[in-house]
Each structure stands twice: as structure tokens, then as C-alpha cells.
């Protein structure tokens, strides 16, 4: 009888401990891997969301960035990671891209979860001011009528396949010409070396209100509040033409639905907080917030998107 009452009296602290339910997550830090440099959207966005999980979560939530090959080795690492929910990514809009252009190390529909949707930022159609077409269909009669003769700056990603899948629906050719960012083709842009590009609004903005670069039309499916008198592509003629980056978090297939479920939820409400909001609007991004499932089917439909274009253009799987 003594013993069992010293034990009752030693569990009385476990008892009154507000601890985790068994199994409860996270039981450890979680890491967020972001597949490209720090300074970018996507860091920016991985390392705000981070910081307003940590005191929710009760475990630090560290960022770390493992760059190469346009974001294909930080993805296969959480591909391989185990689905535990405690490492994940946060990829952008070239997890899509890869999908279509290269042979990647995983299936990026089958080896990773695609948890929530946490932004998405338009695309401009801009042009050097004296460029002669000043409107969508403009551009459409004079890539038409000078095939292969308008040129356009292009970094890999969205900026790349958007000029290509506006060339087809064009119903003509325009010749790409490479760059290593698009920073670097605004010079070329700007002095006319290059005819048009599709870029972030967040890249170009500047530009475009200062004069240096006339913006043509947003690839977005509404129109801008920032740029309410510019048209979409769509309005210019080319029904349902539609391109963006985005920002999503990741983690490995498998995940326990419930853990899936909470990461989603956990980090779409932080989309809510006024300071989230405010520097995301910074970034051009429009906070997104998806479930589990949306996500999943927003990035499906985004492979079919640009693998169709990837075809239609003729480019090599590499």
C-alpha cells in the first residue's frame, strides 16, 4: 500500500505538466529547406512564415538554404527526408518548371507533398518605350508578321516559358535570348537589345513608373489594384492566358494527414497577420493560403501548364 501511494504521489507532477498528447508534433525543430539563394521571394516569405511558427509550434523552425540546379537538389533532399513533418520546403513556381524542362531525381507530383499555397505574384509584359506595339494585340500582329524576328530576355522559370506560351497562342515564333537573371537583361531591355520580356512586377515596377520600360499588359487573371489601368493578356485577346510565380511549403510524400492538415493551416493563418500581409504586399505577393488538397491540384494543373507550352515550344527535356 505504501509503495503504490509513492507512486500515485511521483505521478502527481506528470499529471498536473501540461505535455504534448503522445504523438503530437513537432516532437523536434523543424526545418524549412528553400531550394534558392537568400534575398529572394521565396526566402523571404520561408524565413517571415518561420519566424511566426516557432512560438506556435514550440520548436524553433530554421531555414536553410541548399541552392543548385535551378532548386532541384534543396527539393530532392525533402523528397528524401523522412515524412515525419520535420523537414520541409518551400519551393516556388520553377518546382513546376523542372518538371518540364529537366529529368529531376524525384517525381514532383508523387515523392513530395505539396502542403499550402502561400502567395502568388504576376507577371508584366514590358517593352523598351519606342518599341512600336503598345498593346497586347499589337504585339500579337507584329510577332505574327515578323516571325522569329522579336526578341525576348528570358531567365529559365515562368519569366522563360510565359514569352513562349504568348507565342504560341501568337501563332508565331520569337527567339529567346538568355540570361542569368532578370535584373541582368533590363540594361539590354532598356537599350534595346532585346524587344520585350516577361518579368515579376516586383523586378520591373520601378522601371515601368519611371519610364524606362512600358508595361504592356499583366499576365495575372484580374487586373492589378496597383496597376488598375492596365490590361491582362487575357483582355488583349488571349482568352484564359494566365502566369505567375508563387511560393508554396513542401514536405515529403507520406506525410500523416493530420500533420499535413496542421502545417497548412498553422501557416495560412499567419497570412492573416496584418505584418505578414504588409510585407508580402512589399514583395508584390498576393497571400494565398490553400489547403493541403488545393495546393496539390494547384501544382498539378501548373506541370500540365508548362509541360504543355515546353512541348508546343520544342524544347528539349534536359
Known amino acids: 500500500m505504501l509503495l503504490t501511494r509513492r507512486a500515485a504521489l511521483a505521478a502527481l507532477p506528470l499529471l498536473a505538466r501540461p505535455a504534448r498528447a503522445q504523438g503530437a508534433w513537432p516532437t523536434q525543430p523543424v526545418r524549412v529547406i528553400v531550394p534558392y539563394t537568400p534575398g529572394g521571394a521565396s526566402d523571404i516569405a520561408a524565413r517571415l512564415i518561420a519566424e511566426k511558427l516557432t512560438p506556435l509550434w514550440g520548436q524553433p523552425v530554421l531555414v536553410e538554404n541548399r541552392t543548385g540546379a535551378n532548386g532541384i ?11 515525419d513533418g520535420h523537414t520541409l520546403g518551400f519551393v516556388s513556381v520553377n518546382h513546376a518548371v523542372n518538371a518540364a524542362l529537366y529529368t529531376t531525381p524525384f517525381d514532383t507530383l508523387r515523392d513530395v507533398s505539396v502542403l499550402t499555397q502561400i502567395y502568388s505574384v504576376p507577371l508584366l509584359l514590358v517593352t523598351r518605350p519606342d518599341f512600336p506595339a503598345r498593346s497586347v494585340a499589337e504585339l500579337a ?15 529559365g522559370g515562368a519569366v522563360h516559358l510565359a514569352a513562349e506560351m504568348f507565342a504560341h497562342r501568337a501563332g508565331a515564333a520569337m527567339t529567346h535570348v538568355p540570361y542569368r537573371g532578370s535584373t541582368a537583361a533590363h540594361p539590354d531591355l532598356m537599350g534595346g537589345r532585346v524587344d520585350l520580356m516577361f518579368d515579376t512586377l516586383p523586378a520591373v515596377l520601378g522601371h515601368v513608373q519611371t519610364g524606362k520600360l512600358r508595361a504592356i499588359a499583366t499576365t495575372a487573371a484580374q ?21 505567375s510565380t508563387w511560393g508554396a511549403i ?9 500533420v499535413a492538415a496542421k502545417i497548412a493551416a498553422d501557416a495560412a493563418a499567419q ?35 508548362w509541360q504543355a507550352v ?5 524544347i528539349e527535356k534536359q
Open 310 to 314: 515546353v512541348t508546343q515550344a520544342g
Open 73 to 83: 537538389v534543396g527539393t530532392d533532399a525533402v523528397a528524401k527526408a523522412a515524412p
Open 250 to 258: 513542401i514536405g515529403p510524400a507520406g506525410l500523416p494527414g493530420p
Open 141 to 155: 500582329a507584329l510577332v505574327k508578321a515578323k516571325p522569329g524576328e522579336i526578341t525576348f530576355a528570358g531567365t
Open 223 to 243: 487586373r492589378l489594384p496597383l496597376l488598375p489601368e492596365l490590361p491582362t493578356v487575357a483582355e488583349g485577346g488571349f482568352a484564359g492566358f494566365e502566369a
Open 271 to 305: 497570412l492573416q497577420q496584418a505584418s505578414v500581409r504588409e510585407r508580402m504586399a512589399a514583395l508584390g505577393a498576393t497571400p494565398v493560403g490553400s489547403g493541403p488538397e488545393a495546393a496539390q491540384s494547384f501544382v498539378r494543373a501548373e506541370v500540365e501548364k
